[in-house]
């Protein structure tokens, strides 16, 4: 198994990297909020979770390796693949999951896109023992990784070569957007639309 990758960002997506390690070009999936971190020609150091299937070899990278061990806990319930894993942490951090899960807050698991009532209540009871108790970091119950989207937005837009000034236009083009949203807007989701304002203006 891949443990982590390590070396400098040679490419940026809006659902992922290229990370070079010994003259190979690694892609890894990553979340909005992983993404917003990383920066062209840096060194970067991710977890990683390579997940094998008959017909593909994926890697997803993490920030550290609590985001990686939660996303992989997360699989073992039933209905529960990588994607859904990785936008559960897209939304919420390990410990606010964790705290989610030993509290039975279903709002928090809705709050999640492709999590509905029953599949929030299903989630509760699979991961009630699997995940552990809270560390009691990070942001409290039902608190998204992505408040604050504006500056991850923006921090994701520099981050795969978009000028200062159109990164601030795109924010800007996407806010009417991201205020209508119930909840918390979701930065994967704006990241495409801001992504699509800048390719009309070119």
Known sequence: MIAFVSGPVAALAPDSAVVEVGGIGIAVQCAPNTLSGLRMGQQARLATSLVVREDSLTLYGFTDDDERQT??????ASGVGPRLAQAMLAVHSPDALRRAVATADEKALIAVPGIGKRGAQKL???LKDRLGAPLGTGPAI??????????????????????????DE????????A?????????GQL????????????
Do not use: C, M
Request: charged share 15%; no cysteine; net charge negative.
């Open 71 to 76: 996303f992989e806990l997360l699989q073992t």
């Open 124 to 126: 509760l009871l699979e």
């Open 142 to 167: 039902g608190s998204p990784v992505t408040t604050g989207w504006r500056d991850q937005l923006h921090a994701a837009l520099i981050g795969l070569g978009y000028a200062t000034r159109e990164a």
């Open 170 to 177: 795109a924010v800007a083009a996407v806010t009417p957007q």
């Open 179 to 187: 205020e209508a949203a119930e909840g918390t807007p979701q930065v």
């Open 191 to 202: 990241l495409k639309a801001a992504l699509q304002t800048l390719n009309r203006a070119r």
